[in-house]
């Protein structure tokens, strides 16, 4: 087999680039190793930045976001009973809206064959070879056959644990990574949210955020630490303490249910440099991970598409190889100040164990700071809804 593009990982940065290719006429083939239902099994994002949304917009795939996202004015920090409403609307000019991953991707998926993207699920033993040239290639396995697909271009979507970031050499690659002294402890429950916009809270027993993906499905995190495990966490355990962290105006408010989901994830800073490396590009979760604290993941790989789509438009349509040379520099600017953003945010809003009065000093002037301050307020505003591309 032969294409131009080779795409790793039917993810929302995958299917996402995999889309604008084919609507510039470049072609392309996705390849993931798990099947449909698994990665619409797992359930991630829930907030989007406008420029996911006007990618959405763009490939003419925002029906659904459109007619069932939730479009947010502003969200909320939490500090004891202090609540600190972002106005985003009135700092900034923009929205976010609330529309999980799952239906972002069950949507790029679903319209992947009537727009001709190739997607091959369930390829087996994915092996990038001969990136650092210019022809590149494939190879899988899938109902115990062997398959190649040469290509111009490999960009690797596989996210964090998937072979393309292995494949810069270990000298040419350079890692940056912060992994925080907790974890977040996630409850999905099919009962209408507590509150009409996102609340962050910083409470004396710890981290809790209440989120939703629509009027009759609620989201909450609540940070535990490293050593919990999940099953030391029966539900009700998870709401009392959602209810004495997020505040007796919240807490009268949460309608508990069963969980229909509850993991607990590790939240991580990460970065790898470069984003390219001769004819491989990476995007998204492949090359970058942030903690879910500023609502940054997805939207960092939507922009690192939008980036990776630009320049192999300018390699294939107007044949300026300068366009590839440069992604990886443009894609990097803006997933460092989302780092910083999603790590400051972090660092404001839990206690951390090794935290001494100084440090939570800090964060009560930091917080009266924006409080008191438009100036402060907008910083957060304009970072939360997402910096321009
Ligand atoms: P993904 O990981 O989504 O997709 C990579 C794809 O590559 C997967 O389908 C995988 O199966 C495939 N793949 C891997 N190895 C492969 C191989 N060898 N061959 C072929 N395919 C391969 N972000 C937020 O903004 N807000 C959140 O609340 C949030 N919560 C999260 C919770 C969890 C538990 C996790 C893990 C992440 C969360 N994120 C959140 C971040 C998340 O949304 C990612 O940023 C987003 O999925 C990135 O998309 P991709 O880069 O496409 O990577
Ligand atoms: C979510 O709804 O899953 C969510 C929302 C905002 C975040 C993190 C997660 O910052």
Known sequence: MKTEVAIIGAGPAGLLLGHLLRAEGIACVVLER??????????????????????????????????????????????????IRIDLAELTGQQVVVYGQTELTRDL???????????????????????????????????????????????????????????????????????????????????????????????????????????????YYIDVPVTER????????????????LGPEAAAHITRGPSIEKPIAPPRSFVFEPMRHGSLLLCGDAAHIVPPTGAKGLNLAASDVHYAAEALVGFFKRNDPEAIAAYSARALSRVWKSERFSWSLTRLMHRFPEDGPFERAMQVAELDYIASSRAAQTAIAENYVGLPV
């Open 34 to 83: 798990r099947t449909p239902d698994y990665v619409l099994g797992r359930i991630r994002a829930g907030v989007l930045e406008q420029v996911t949304v006007g990618l959405m917009e763009r490939l003419g795939l925002d029906a659904r976001l459109k007619a069932e996202g939730l479009p947010h004015d502003g969200f909320n920090l939490a500090d004891g009973e202090r609540l």
């Open 109 to 219: 998926m679903d319209a992947a064959p009537e727009r001709g993207l190739e997607v091959v699920y369930a390829a087996e033993d994915v092996a990038l070879h001969d990136v650092a040239g210019d022809a590149p290639y494939v190879t899988w396995r899938k109902d115990g056959a062997e398959h190649r697909l040469d290509a111009r271009f490999v960009i690797g979507c596989d996210g964090f644990h998937g072979p393309s970031r292995r494949m810069v050499p270990a000298g040419v690659g350079r890692e940056y990574e912060r992994v925080y002294p907790f974890g977040w402890l996630g409850i999905m429950a099919d009962v209408p949210p507590c509150n009409h916009e996102l609340i962050y809270a910083n409470h004396a027993r710890g981290f809790a955020l209440a989120s939703m993906r629509s009027q009759a499905r609620s989201r």
């Open 230 to 245: 999940i099953e030391d966490w029966p539900d009700e355990r998870v709401w009392d303490e959602l209810a004495l962290r």
